[in-house]
């Protein structure tokens, strides 16, 4: 995020201030890669409304019980579907740390060294 500010300051970067609320937009309606959602998405439920979005025509809106229902459920399903995402992500990244990794057979007796650390924190009594 810092390097987009940095793109969009002046060259002395005395106005990252103004352009921060444009970086944060433009993070808040990015895609991410662990929950393919944005994350305004996954707090307000629906998709941001851009400036350069057609303005539809305006109609006339009805009394909805079961609106709230209907967002409970669309919500609990982007919950899901980002928590998939996000233990698929995890699994992939399990899988790239083990290639290289050996797994220890250790048997009761066998000899195995211990680091012990010397140096005493300053929060050691």
Known sequence: MDGKIAALCNERRTDWDEVLQFVTFNYNTSIHAKT???????????????????QKEIISLTQDPEHSQKIRIFLEKLVHEARSNITKNQQQYKARYDLNRQDLLLKVNDLVLVKTRTARSKFDI
């Not at 393919?36 to 057609?54: I, S, V």
């Open 36 to 54: 393919k959602q944005t994350p305004l998405e996954m707090m307000h439920g629906r998709q941001a409304t851009l400036p350069f979005d057609q």
